[in-house]
């Protein structure tokens, strides 16, 4: 083991990383996109000692988990279920509306079946991180349509937390009954862990919280990982174990343990945007441009789309709900998750570097357009029929027309 | 009569919010990490925040202070925290006040509310236990030990409420 190396080698990537991301803060784009960039570059320009690469893997699969973690931390299970009770209608339009795209383009470019689903997770998934950041960086926390915009979020995540097992069951494979009994024990086994982690969490919590904060981190990090791990075993997916422990945590406990793990989070979550750049192949990057481009546009109206009528629910006006369309169209990490999956199993080789441009472009568009929505409120009040115009000159008060124009 | 309504914001906090008389919308934020942000409306977009004011724990309480809020159930919290169940509050006597002028005998305290009066305040003086024939007056501070819902409801018996 030839530690100089290891550690020249390893330094040198995430001195890499925190020189992409503090140009991304400049000019206050997301890291994420840049970060498998840079991986791609590094694959192309360097070439990794193995044991370097050993612990990049080991970490990205820790990133996967950690990033799933503490995306459950941040939901208590009542946000969950009340959430799943007042928005469901808008969360099957947003799955219907952005999850086929990713579906039809994947047939289209011949991918096998399970390419597609998970090309369709790619599109379908906006990440919540991007668009939480771009909701507090524009001081739109107090914004009308902001609730919604969130809800929608909570709601995908949701759906990824059923989606994910389903999928780790189908890339084992085997026969048709061999598929079926495992995908029956992983949706099972995610049940009775879902379950009993909205059961439990408030004895976990108390079991799990202790005054000293390193116990804290040590305990929790070793009860994701140990999670995780089963999880796996199971077949169920390491990542969601890992949200399930989220989940469970509540209250202080949660609170605190997030302040301990983001660090932890933030490291390995960008080795494990790396290890996907890593992954690609530069060549194949030319040849999926033109269908990335065309899905990124795509599936920026349909989330447009979603955020308008989600908005107007809530008897937001032009304006509010083009902000409300515009948070929604940033995917990544969770996109790049899941496209990570398809990679490491070797699925169709077009998936990595299509999801990749895919993420960069909708990672861009989406935070400049939810800047610009007075700019393009008066290009779509044309459409709109003028009864709705003369609504938008009324100064003050609220619209009274709820539900869909 | 303010019509509040109360917004979850899944990931953030809770969200407070009320149509003022003058045709915005005043709000308050309040993060999971206890931040509070004040925020008001845009004239041209009433959907939109206009401006926001970030304030700590800190800072949030004593500028409900200046605008005139209760302090009591702060209080209660934050003493409640140290020992599960019992709660201790200081409660000023107003004017209005049904008790200003009698005994401690004649408030009835404990067998009202399960509260005990422990010590009165007047002034720069402290009275540490009053024994059942002390005088109370308007604008003493009576300090109430008891379970949190038994000092509720002294601080209710004291107010004339």
Same mark, same amino acid.
């Given at each position: ?151 929608? /979020? ?252 | ?47 939109? /925040? ?112």
């Amino acid at each position: 083991m030839d530690l100089g190396r290891i550690f020249l080698e390893l330094g040198a990537v995430i001195l890499a990383l925190a020189f992409v991301g503090r140009a991304a803060g400049r000019i206050g784009i997301t890291p994420i996109p840049l970060y498998l960039i840079a991986g791609l570059a590094l694959g192309t320009l360097f070439h990794l000692g193995s044991e370097a690469e050993e612990f990049v893997h080991v970490g990205a699969e820790i990133g996967a988990v950690l990033l799933l973690f503490a995306l459950g931390l941040e939901y208590t299970s009542d946000e969950l279920r009340s959430n799943l009770k007042t928005n469901a209608p808008i969360g099957v339009m947003d799955l219907a509306l952005n999850f086929t795209p990713g579906v039809l383009a994947g047939f289209m470019l011949g991918f096998p079946p399970l390419a597609a689903i998970l090309l369709g997770g790619v599109t379908y998934l906006t990440s919540s991180g991007i668009a939480s950041k771009v909701l507090s960086d524009l001081g739109r926390l107090g914004n009308r349509e902001t609730p919604i915009v969130l809800a929608v /979020c909570v709601l995908e995540d949701i759906a990824m937390a059923v989606y994910l097992p389903v999928i780790a069951a189908l890339l084992v494979g085997g026969t048709l009954l061999a598929i079926g009994v495992s995908l029956g024990v992983a949706l099972l086994a995610f049940g009775a862990a879902f379950a009993s982690a909205l059961r439990f969490g408030p004895a976990l919590s108390r079991v799990i919280d202790v005054t000293s904060s390193e116990a804290l981190l040590l305990s929790v990090f070793g009860l994701v990982l140990v999670v995780a791990g089963l999880a796996d075993v199971l077949n169920v997916s390491a990542a969601i174990g890992a949200f399930l422990v989220g989940i469970a945590l509540s209250g202080e406990v949660a609170h605190r343990a997030r302040l301990l793990i983001e660090p932890l989070r933030d490291l390995f979550a960008a080795i494990f945007f790396v290890f996907f750049g890593l992954q690609l192949d530069l060549t194949t990057v030319p040849g999926v441009l033109l269908p990335a481009i065309l899905l990124a546009l795509l599936t920026t109206a349909t989330k447009m789309i979603v955020g308008w009528f989600g908005a107007a629910r809530l008897g937001v006006r032009t304006r509010g709900r083009l902000r409300a369309g515009a948070t929604l169209v940033p995917r990544g990490e969770f996109s790049i998750l899941i496209a990570g999956l398809g990679v490491t199993a070797g699925l169709a080789p077009q998936l990595g570097p299509l999801a990749a441009v895919y993420v960069l472009l909708t990672a861009l568009i989406g935070p400049i357009l939810a800047r610009f929505d007075e700019q393009l409120a008066p290009l779509v009040q044309r459409f709109e029929r003028p009864k709705a115009a003369v609504k938008e000159n009324v100064g003050r008060g609220r619209s009274e027309n709820k539900g869909a124009d | 009569m303010v019509l509040l309504e109360e917004t979850k914001l899944p990931g953030v906090g809770v969200r407070h919010d009320f149509e003022t008389k003058y045709g915005k919308r005043v709000g308050v934020i309040t993060h999971r990490d206890g931040r509070r942000e004040i925020y008001v409306t845009r004239a041209d977009d009433p959907d939109a /925040c206009g401006q926001s004011i970030t304030l700590s724990e800190e800072e949030a309480e004593v500028v409900a202070d200046l605008l005139g809020g209760s302090t009591i159930t702060r209080r209660l919290d934050s003493m409640t925290q140290h020992v599960e169940g019992l709660a201790m509050d200081w409660l000023a006597m107003p004017p209005s006040s049904p008790f200003a002028g009698l005994t401690l005998g004649d408030t009835d305290m404990r067998s009202r509310t399960g509260a005990s009066i422990v010590a009165v305040m007047r002034g720069t003086q402290a009275f540490p236990a009053p024994d059942p024939q002390f005088l109370l007056q308007a604008g003493d501070t009576v300090v109430v030990v008891g379970t949190p819902e038994g000092v509720l409801a002294a601080s209710r018996l004291l107010g004339g409420a």
